[in-house]
């Protein structure tokens, strides 16, 4: 028996002695849990804003959903970057209600307040009406308890005692590091185009698919037809399930990652037959450039490995056929939207930028040739959970007991975020 | 760019006619025979649904394929892996409204709206809601899809998920 009949109650079960690691279904249906989710993780976690790229002038706006919240990310008058709670302070209705743009001011169509865009407030109508002691100064547009960035990534946390952002990344910086380094000056930048698709299923499904390589050859098999078709070379690597054999980190904090030797192309900088032959002198200008800057070494481990990075709880940054950023929220146990963008170094050419949009869409997004797959998977891994009373653990053991590192088709990363999840959900008072 | 049509040189009734014809073979999943509508030059593109006048090339499109990619997608759709399309989904396409535009070229510039059904087991009918900007090429074979465009309406795919099937 590898799965217990019972956790003793708890949902996230190992057994280092048996080999075994179980996930009690339960955690994928019930409101109970998605309720103990949003007061113990998504209330104390830093969560994922938005990128300091999307506000390039003063008085720029994108209104957002941060852990449930509706939050303005916005560039007050003197540049500074906020995060101010979408919400008016008389009667509390949304006071922006575009997606974007660019605003001297946020107002309250109820009864007119207005807030300047560092949240102070600008105006009340009529405010002779109200008591003596009525302190306009403190009722501006309320910021997020702790706002925070690293390298232009903009989190934000609900919890003002939580400890500083670059402590939480802990070794997910280093990833995304590598990410940043694609940029000459180290300035990476939202594209303009945003994907925001539902998907029928818990929300953790889709941080386990975005790193689980093991699903890749029978979920992806009409995009590694397309690769091949395409002249790419999708041999199985010997002993190995892909083509090459990468591995699954774990980054501390319930951060992880995927760390693969590329065979798939990548926009920095690995030509594939993809991209067509007129844009090889270009990917070498690239990679030339790379190396200059960063020496041999480190160019290699930026240009020639795909990374599907997770930040607990629900960022993922996939730098593979392309860079997307991938932000995801429950809104019911069995309902998550997703909100994805794609990444690109400043500096990108109209030939690069056209070249890097193309590649993500090869396979990311609900229009690529993979993503729909996932999707499919993760839904009818969600209808599957309706028997939890009968088949109440899913197995997550694979590659334990393996003497060697754990590998990207391994479960091993898979489990650094369920311990991390475990800990909060299970054992926080 | 836009130049009016020259009288005679296409009527809507036979636009229209094409644009049934190939909503049908959409509908009946005859891919193939759909492919054989377009120019070797074609290309199709959903625009995101943040910026529906956006240009793919600087721009993340939800779908933006060449006529390479978009053969590759019609491979996958006819293959049983491709899960989110397997069993194919009942769609069923009501095209109205349909305008000649202009001409750019010897390119017929032609806008019409769309309302498309989907349907699979276990899962709530999906609408796409949007307006075709196509263009179209006469040839010797008949009229043809040199560009098409398909305009999604909603603020956010949401709940239509995934766009897995052709627009």
Redesign the interface.
Known sequence: MTAPHNGNGRLVVEDNENLSFSVNRKVFVSDDVLEAEHRKIFDHCWIYVGHASELKQPNDFRTRNVAGRPVIFCRDRQGAVRALINSCRHRGALVCRE??GNARQFYCIYHGWSYNTDGSLKGIPGDDAYPPGFDKQSKGLVPVPRLEHYKDFYFASFDKNAPDLATYLAGAKDYIDLVVDQSPSGRMEI??????????ANWKLLVENSVDDYHLVT?H???L??MR??GVNITPAKGHMLPTKGFGKDLGNGHLTTDNPNYRGRPVAKWISVYGEEAKADIDAIRKELVERLGEARAARVADTNRNLCIFPNLVINDGSSVTVRNFFPVAPGHM?VVA??LGPVEET?AQ??RR??A???FY???G?A???D???L?LAQ?GFAAYREVPWSDLSRGMGSSQEQLATDEGHLRVFWRKWSELVEARP | MNAPVAPGAVTRAEVEDFLYQEADLLDRWKLDDWLALLTDEASYY??????PD?D??????????DIV?LR??I??LK?P?????FPPSRTRRMISNVRITGMDGELILVEANFAIFRHRR??PVREFVGRYRHKLKRTDDGLKIHERRAILDA??????????FLL
């Open positions: 997606r974007e594209i303009s185009g945003v994907q925001e698709y539902d998907i029928k979920t098999s009409t995009w037809n397309y078709n395409s939207k963008w794609a109209e930028r056209a949009l193309h993500f869409l090869t997004g609900p229009g040739f993503t729909p797959d999707v499919a998977a839904e209808q | 959903v625009p995101p649904n943040d910026k956006g793919h090339r600087y721009t993340l499109f939800t779908v933006a394929d990619r590759e997608r491979i996958r293959d892996n491709c899960h989110a399309e276990n899962e603020e956010e795919l949401g709940p239509m998920g995934s766009v897995s």
